[in-house]
């Protein structure tokens, strides 16, 4: 007996595998975690650290586990966030950041840090936020930083501002390295794991996006959209755009063009979104999604599935062949 599988157009299986979803009914995963740390310099090639920040990420990077490690994401890395008008308003663009992460620590060593002080200072969540400042700088309590900023947040939660001595740039040994990196786990340790969904949170809007992506990759921008709209998740172009640039910069997903065609892949494992029921009241099985959506892309010949095919096997060997 032989079986017939059933030839489908990528956009039709979009829109009816999203459209049976209600989002009344998704869950946000929260991990992996998103750590997004201000501070002094990194990377300066020096054999000492020379800041807290370079102090703490060469710690993490080589006494903590592989996941830990990754999780850190720099201020630089946003650095081209204006460009073609991705943000074109700063509190938005803080905003954004906030929401996606688990953590944001600033060091207060360099002048761009009193800057993101004072722009996550306002930060709706106050667990969110953990400030190492230098003794020196805030001892004598009479400091413009400590009566004003510091201050401020340590009324909203006492937990968010650590001040330690500073380390000496000359000196590689700094005893208080493990206080500072057991500040981070405890923060992390009380960070929430999931939370219900939100169709007015542009990070849970985020991580819904992520999902599309992980099933549907390789996916253009347009599709995306059309995923979201078939669960009555209403976007424009600019805040998708915005959204894929933000989930670019927190390092969790990537593009690839191909030809005249930019496609977007996940570089997170695991899934973020859990979709709950559907409208017919069943549990969706991701992987099943997963198949048809290549299935629809693999079994056509014209131009677009081909190269859709082709940036699959590129994707897949910049992977490592998975």
């Known amino acids: ?19 049976t979803l209600s989002f009344y009914n998704f869950t946000i995963s929260l991990t992996p975690h998103k750590i997004f740390i201000c501070g002094g310099e990194t990377d300066t090639g020096q054999l000492i650290p020379q800041s807290l920040r370079e102090r703490i990420l060469s ?43 688990t953590l944001i620590i600033i060091c207060l060593e360099s002048p761009g840090s009193l800057v993101e002080l004072g722009m996550f200072s306002n930060i709706s969540d106050p667990k969110k936020i953990l400030i190492f400042a ?3 700088h805030v001892q004598a309590e009479d400091s413009f930083i400590y009566l004003g900023p510091l201050s401020y947040l340590k009324r909203k939660d006492k937990d968010s501002v650590h001040i330690f001595p500073w380390p000496n740039p000359n ?30 949170n542009p990070a849970h809007v985020a991580f819904v996006i992520h999902d599309i992506i992980y099933i549907f990759y390789p996916i253009k921008d347009y599709e995306i959209q059309l995923a979201l709209l078939s669960m009555e998740i ?89």
């Not at 981070?184 to 939100?198: M, P, V």
């Not at 629809?296 to 677009?304: H, I, K, R, T």
């Open 134 to 136: 230098p003794d020196e």
């Open 234 to 322: 209403e976007i424009d172009e600019m805040d998708l755009k915005r959204l894929l640039y933000l989930l670019q910069s927190m390092s969790m997903i990537g593009k690839k063009k191909y030809s005249n065609i930019t496609f977007f892949y996940s570089l997170e494992d695991k899934k973020r979104v859990g979709f709950g029921k559907d409208k017919n009241d069943r549990i969706k099985e991701y992987k099943a999604m997963r198949l048809r959506a290549v299935q629809s892309f693999v079994l056509s010949e014209d131009e677009s599935s081909k190269k859709r095919k082709l940036a699959l096997k590129a994707i897949t060997q910049m992977k490592g062949g998975e």
């Open 171 to 200: 000196d590689a040994n700094y005893a208080d390295l493990p206080l500072v990196i057991d500040c981070i786990k405890n923060r992390l340790g009380t960070a929430s794991k999931k939370t219900g969904f939100s169709v007015n």
């Open 59 to 101: 710690h993490i990077d080589v006494n903590e586990n592989d996941e830990l490690a990754s999780s850190f994401v720099m201020a630089e890395t946003f650095k081209d966030y204006f460009r073609e008008n991705t943000y074109t308003d700063l509190f938005c663009f803080e905003d954004d950041i906030a929401k996606l992460s």
């Open 1 to 19: 007996m032989s079986i017939t599988i059933k030839n489908e157009k990528f956009d039709d299986v979009i829109i009816d595998e999203f459209g």
